[in-house]
């Protein structure tokens, strides 16, 4: 369904540049479908558009409807990967203007993903006058930023409702077994969702982590799996034809060759949420023992009138995927004006899609005579389905990409090292004497 062009990165590289990955794309699809690498305690996503729990699909189906009927806002909590996923594909299939442009589904606010007081203040504005629930979502359950936010929302849905009637609005993703959510949902009897135990964070928008709050936006959850599952039985056969491994092919020979920076770039405002969960996708997959392409994105046009001198002219480091959707949703025309003092009338009656369409072409031409590699990816149509296959289509090249690149493609070692350092400056008991270093260092 996806179409993969790489005709503008075979000028970069040497010839028989796929040869050579070959063997190795062939070691790391074995180790993502039999578990047989690093991290496969954490490869439940790669089965799961076919495995997922029908029972709580179901269910999330059910709460979605339920907030859908009582509540004109859902806040949902949560950080990172308890984030962007949903974030990403409910703006993608809306608009970067849900909540303005929303017909009939609740207003959806994002809380719990940083500590600004304002940011917080602001979605406290906006659901005080109107009904609403809460979904808090926290794999570890005790994620400072989420966790907060939570105690904060829980009090106010509380003081409005009664603990008996907010009860009923609360609604937490988190794991099965442990964590501080999970005994408080317990004991609350909130409705639960499980992120899976092999499911990280960064792979689990298909999950309830994703889910619930892509399903309580309007969204057809059914067509979003359906589409993952479409791409999953293209993609998990071995072999070069195959998109995911020509794609982490191409973004491993041009590391090779030097490449630093990967830009995913797009032509449509409502796909700068999916660029946020790209980045930490392959961030988080890939970005360590001090290796990977730095993964950054930019919305065009808008950002070639920025970011477009440095992506022409600066440093030759980077890499561009394009991902283009091969048809927009609406049209416009343009009018024809008889004065013509704007000088357009050369584009009188041709849509909007036709100019975006000649600047997509002339920028690859551009960037690419400016030395920066060229990645195509045609999605047909902005809808459930394709993005489902997107989203799977990244999830497994990404797996690929990081046993390519020799690492550990499931954990995350280096988010711990700020979250030690702010806990012990919050006097958290149990981190006593390293407040007292970190303290000593910061007063020098
Ligand atoms: O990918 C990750 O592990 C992180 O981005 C986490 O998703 C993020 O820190 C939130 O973690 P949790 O769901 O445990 O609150």
Known sequence: ????????????????????????????????????????????????PADYDKEEFARIQKAAEKIRSDSQALVVIGIGGSYLGARAVIETLTSNNYNLTRKGT?????????????????????????????NVISKSGTTTEPAVAFRIFKKLLEDKYGKEGAKGRIYATTDAKRGALKGLADKEGYEEFVVPDAVGGRYSVLTAVGLLPIAAAGIDIEALMAGAREEMDLLQKPGMDNPAWQYA?????LYESGKKVEI??????????F??????????TEGKEGKALFPASVEFTADLHSMGQYIQQGERLMVETVVRFDKARTKVSIPDDPENVDGLNFLSGKGL?????????????????????NILLTVPARDERCLGALIYFFEFACGLSGYLLGVNPFDQPGVEAYKNNMYALLGKPGYESQRKELEKRLEQ
Do not use: C
């Open 1 to 48: 369904m996806l179409n993969l062009d790489l005709s503008n990165v075979t000028p970069f590289l040497a010839a028989g540049w796929r040869t050579g990955e070959e063997k190795s794309l062939k070691q790391a699809h074995d180790k993502l479908l039999h578990g047989t690498g690093a991290g496969s305690d954490f490869l439940g996503w790669v089965n799961l």
């Open 106 to 134: 609740p207003a959806i606010y994002f809380a719990g993903n940083g500590l600004s007081a304002d940011a917080l203040n602001e979605v406290i504005e906006q659901v005080r006058d109107v009904d609403w629930s809460i």
């Open 249 to 253: 092919a191409a973004r491993h020979a």
């Open 264 to 273: 995913l770039a797009a032509y449509e405002p409502a796909f700068r949420f």
């Open 275 to 284: 660029g946020e969960w790209w980045k930490q996708l392959f961030g988080e």
């Open 353 to 373: 899609d036709f100019v975006a369409e000649q600047a997509l072409r002339g920028v690859i031409l551009a960037h690419v005579d400016g030395g920066v590699p």
